[in-house]
């Protein structure tokens, strides 16, 4: 059990003298410390709080709360970034206050990439098999020649060697969008660095909306929308009809100034199909 926010301030007042009004701290830990003569109600219309006995509520919140200083409790509450160790010091509770222990992304490639991590520089190598996983995301930027190549589906981004025809162009780094919880770290790294974003994901109504949702939105010029140069074949004859009789279009075609884009969505028209992006995965 954790004390709100809101009534450790009011009871780090009353540790420093103040007099408070009553209806200001209503909880069941202040009707506790009433009913234990801790803390004292007066008044009869504008009734009062005050404290009586500080030593007693500094061995109450120690010994039923772990806390041993209010001051640095409330401090810790207000954190934006806590650590767990943080809140074991202040309350022997390290679930007091949820924490995102991963925060953070993987990335793969299938070539060195040069970057700086925590203002030094390093480089990354890829083995097949595995992934990395970036969690001082913050402080870690890519060389400005790599492009971020941004995959939708987990299978892509697994075989991203097999994909690497499609990529001769760029020097890529790849980004996986998947576990979608950590979706907002990786656009708040996309917007702190310089390198340009290229989406590669499904060639539906979906896909784009992804793309324009939770990418352009975001990225402006920065982002653009992967499509192969054979897309009219691969979705006249690898398409799937269902997919295009299921989605709606989420989003408005005439605010879209990407002329590729308006290419691919007139083709997913033409012939009403959507086209999965797995089907460039190589054999």
Not at 176 to 185: A, H, L, W
Not at 199 to 211: E, L, R, S, W
Request: proline residues 3%; positive net charge; aromatic residues 12%.
């Amino acid at each position: 059990m954790k004390i709100p926010f809101h009534i450790a301030e009011k009871l780090l007042q009353l540790s420093q003298g103040e007099i408070i009004p009553s209806g200001s701290a209503k909880h069941a830990l202040i009707e506790e410390l009433v009913t234990e003569r801790i803390i004292e109600r007066t008044g009869r219309i504008q009734k009062k709080l005050q404290l009586t006995n500080s030593n007693a509520l500094f061995l109450y919140l120690q010994n039923k709360y772990g806390i041993n200083d209010l001051k640095k409790y409330i401090e810790v509450c207000q954190k934006e970034n806590v650590q767990r160790n943080e809140l074991v010091a202040i309350s022997s509770d390290s679930k007091l206050k949820k924490v995102r222990t991963f925060k953070g992304f993987l990335i793969n490639s299938y070539v060195p990439v040069q970057a700086t991590l925590n203002g030094k520089a390093i480089t990354l190598n890829f083995t097949n098999g595995t992934f990395q996983f970036i969690y001082d995301f913050e402080n870690f930027v890519p060389d400005k020649n790599i492009t971020i190549v941004g995959i939708e589906n987990p299978e892509n981004f697994r075989f991203i060697e097999k994909q690497k025809y499609l990529f001769k162009e760029i020097q890529p780094l790849f980004v996986s969008r998947y576990p979608q919880n950590q979706s907002k770290d990786l656009i708040k790294w996309l917007q702190s660095i310089p390198n340009n974003y290229l989406h590669f994901g499904d060639f539906d109504f979906a896909g784009i909306g992804i793309y324009l949702n939770e990418f352009k939105k975001y990225l402006s010029e920065k982002a653009s929308f992967f499509i192969p140069e054979n897309i009219k074949n691969l979705i006249s004859e690898n398409g799937n009809k269902a997919r295009y009789d299921q989605q709606k279009i989420n989003f408005v075609v005439e605010t879209i100034q990407e002329e590729n884009l308006l290419q691919l969505i007139n083709v997913i028209h033409k012939y009403k199909k959507g086209l999965d992006q797995e089907i460039l995965i190589r054999k």
